[in-house]
């Protein structure tokens, strides 16, 4: 039900645009997230963006990446800027609401070279 794309190999410094694409039925009435999980590490929230466009960031990467949604197309997005080796993870979408089991993605790998 979510379909995210967009990862691969950046050098530092470098920019990535990932998508994830939700069925219609998910996407008008779910909050938008981006989360990541590097090797060894716990998966980590990085933004969120609500139905109505309201937006919120994780301190290490307010600044740098940008969450947006597409209602049209049933596509959120998250603008990464600024790259650096750090951010190399999987990168998951996440659709939640309240009450209901949140939705996840498949995930898409981002590599940051330095």
């Known amino acids: 039900q979510l379909q995210a794309s967009g990862g691969g190999l950046v050098q530092t410094g470098g920019s990535l645009r990932l998508s994830c694409a939700a069925s219609?039925?998910?996407?008008?009435?779910?909050?938008m997230n981006w989360y990541r999980q590097a090797p060894g590490k716990p998966r980590e929230f990085l933004a969120r963006i609500t139905t109505d466009g309201k937006t919120d960031y994780s301190y290490s990467v307010k600044g740098r990446f940008t969450i947006s949604r597409d209602n049209a197309k049933n596509t959120a997005y998250l603008q990464m800027n600024s790259l650096k080796p750090e951010d190399t993870a999987v990168y998951y979408c996440?659709?939640?609401?309240?009450?209901?089991?949140?939705?996840w993605g498949q995930g898409t790998l981002v590599t940051v070279s330095s």
């Open positions: 996440n659709a939640n609401r309240i009450g209901y089991v949140p939705v």
């Open positions: 219609g039925g998910i996407f008008r009435v779910h909050a």
